[in-house]
Nanobody, 119 residues
Framework: QVQLVESGGGLVQPGGSLRLSCAAS????????MGWYRQNPGAQRELVAT???????NYADSVKGRFTISRDNAKNTVYLQMNSLTPEDTAVYYC?????????????WGQGTQVTVSS
């Protein structure tokens, strides 16, 4: 059973920073693309950033220049460094990973971590 466990969310003032982490565990042969998504109540889940195993990144226009995604393949962990946060960044942030396990390739989600940007 593959599990993704997120950490690092919380309350921060506008202009502040947070760093999210997401660690994958379980029986896995390989992890492909990893990413972060976010969602507010009543809204669709939206892409924040993705990163391939080789380090190629992709960002939503709304976070370019402020957020940085990175990963440590040895630790099966992906990170999201969020700087210059605004209230519009408030959301539940979800980690996603494409994982090759016993049943083949599948997409896995974490449980979500709340990020609130408010003064």
């Amino acid at each position: 059973q593959v599990q993704l466990v997120e950490s690092g969310g919380g309350l921060v003032q506008p202009g502040g920073s947070l760093r999210l982490s997401c660690a994958a565990s379980g029986i896995m042969f390989s992890i492909g693309v990893m990413g972060w998504y976010r969602q507010n109540p009543g809204a669709q889940r939206e892409l924040v950033a993705t990163i391939t195993r080789g380090g190629t990144t992709n960002y939503a226009d709304s976070v370019k220049g402020r957020f940085t995604i990175s990963r440590d393949n040895a630790k099966n962990t992906v990170y999201l460094q969020m700087n210059s946060l605004t209230p519009e960044d408030t959301a539940v942030y979800y980690c996603n990973a494409g994982v090759l396990a016993l049943g083949g390739w599948d997409s896995h989600w974490g449980q979500g971590t709340q990020v609130t940007v408010s003064s």
